[in-house]
């Protein structure tokens, strides 16, 4: 069994926020923050896009909380040209990461249907930059390996893998030349 198939949770850091990737959105998308009711756009984007957790209103508040204040202004929606919202990443935090104060990519994901088109990337784009605009001097991110294209994502963001031990050195050995890098 690869490692892509064994599905392993991997972590990726990005030693500072500077000199983030620019892209711009293709014609007719766009991005909002969270309003009021987005935890059911959340759900519905994650339950289509997500075959690796187990999706529910009560992961949705363990991993968020209920104040909607900061949701307004970390999580992140992408929308269709007919407005219907397609997908959504967070600019998290993590004030204990390895001892010290982290911004965190979180739960990023589109929608089955629109995967492929250019749209990660000013997400992405959008959502590292709110973190250094909240004052994130760095940031993680958790993944798994059966995600070779958002891993090759990451990559191309300048996060880098996290290896502390000899055995995520191996997972990383094998799984690097596997990771789809789209340009």
């Not at 104040?67 to 990443?89: A, E, F, M, N, P």
């Not at 749209?119 to 991110?141: D, N, Q, S, V």
Request: hydrophobic share 40%; aromatic share 10%; charged share 25%.
């Amino acid at each position: 069994m690869s490692v892509i198939e064994k599905n392993l949770p991997i972590t990726m850091s990005r030693a500072n926020l500077d000199d983030v990737p620019e892209f711009a959105l293709p014609g007719g998308f766009s991005l909002r923050w969270y309003q009021p009711g987005d935890e059911a756009h959340w759900l519905r984007i994650h339950l289509t896009a997500d075959r690796h957790n187990e999706i529910t209103q009560e992961l949705f508040e363990r991993q968020f909380g209920r104040d909607k204040k900061r949701l307004g202004v970390r999580q992140c929606y992408l929308l269709s040209s007919t407005d219907h919202v397609i997908g959504t990443g967070t600019a998290w935090f993590d004030h204990h990461f390895q001892g010290c104060r982290w911004g965190r990519v979180h739960w990023v994901a589109i929608v089955p249907e629109f995967q492929g088109r250019g749209l990660a990337k000013p997400l992405m784009m959008t959502i590292c930059r709110r973190l250094r605009e909240l004052g994130h001097k760095r940031a993680y991110l958790s993944t798994s390996t059966a995600r070779s294209a958002a891993i090759g994502l990451y990559l191309r963001f300048g996060f880098e893998p996290m290896i502390q031990s000899d055995e995520s050195a191996a997972v990383w050995r094998a799984l690097l030349p596997m990771v789809v890098r789209k340009e």
